[in-house]
């Protein structure tokens, strides 16, 4: 079983690209959403999203890489840079993001943990900020991981205000897990734009991810939109444990 998983993962690898909505590396470690003190974690990740099957012109794609470093037990902090979602021939290094998660509570044994999360996100090249924050629930339960995320976000110049969320089941067993997710968001204009709209997406996904050696970890994600969302995504992420 873990060989095939291993290989399903490494097939997945060099088929599709990937932005996570879940961890493969902090989910294996049953802990939360901060990374371990001292701990200096390299990520790259890409994103191929087939928005409309009738219209394969209309793909797009983005790619993102990441630095991650616990300063205490905790909290860490999280540095993004690389090229947001647009048309696949379109790639440019213009998005940066930075984050701080810190851990609010946790159970004995990390059975429960509660993480509150902070996240600027902007264009190098033009004003167009976005601020976030997210209470992660993260539920440690034998071989079963549950996570509830909800989240809030606001548009700095566009004043968009966005409700939304994420929440999956992970089945975890040996350095490999398998999952499922959802996810969900709405997205109200505000009445500075003149307007009051509610313009919902949803959309599920199968979620893969395996340790790989001692300092590798690769996750892959295959998302369905199910309404107002792309058709079909492909996600990929690989970390790498400095």
């Not at 998983?5 to 493969?24: E, G, H, R």
């Not at 191929?48 to 219209?55: A, Q, T, W």
């Not at 996570?147 to 205000?161: A, M, R």
């Not at 959309?203 to 369905?224: C, D, M, P, T, V």
Request: charged share 20%; proline share 2%.
């Amino acid at each position: 079983m873990k060989r095939t998983i291993i290989l399903l993962t490494l097939i997945l690898f060099l088929t599709s690209t990937a932005y996570p909505c879940f961890d493969t590396y902090l989910f294996l470690k049953r802990g939360s959403m901060v990374y371990p003190f001292k701990s200096l974690v390299i990520e790259l990740n890409g994103e191929y999203s087939i928005n409309s099957l009738r219209d394969l012109q209309d793909d797009s794609f983005l790619s993102m890489g990441s630095i991650y470093y616990g300063l205490w037990k905790n909290f860490s902090i999280q540095f993004t840079i690389g090229s947001d979602e647009k048309a696949r021939n379109e790639f440019k290094i213009d998005y940066y993001g930075i984050r701080g998660v810190y851990n609010v509570y946790s159970t004995s044994m990390n059975r429960y943990t509660l993480d509150i999360i902070f996240e600027h996100r902007g264009k190098l090249n033009e004003k167009n900020n976005e601020v976030e924050i997210s209470f992660p629930n993260i539920f440690n339960l034998s071989n079963l991981t549950y996570v509830i995320h909800p989240t809030v976000s606001y548009g700095l110049e566009s004043k968009d205000f966005t409700i939304g969320g994420h929440a999956g089941v992970f089945y975890i067993f040996e350095s490999n897990l398998i999952g499922a997710g959802f996810e969900y968001a709405s997205v109200h204009a505000s009445s500075y734009a003149g307007q009051r709209l509610t313009r919902s997406e949803y959309s599920a996904s199968i979620f893969f991810g395996a340790k790989i050696g001692s300092r590798i970890y690769l996750q892959n994600e295959i998302a369905k939109g199910l309404a107002n969302s792309r058709d079909i995504g492909f996600a990929l992420t690989t970390k790498i444990i400095l």
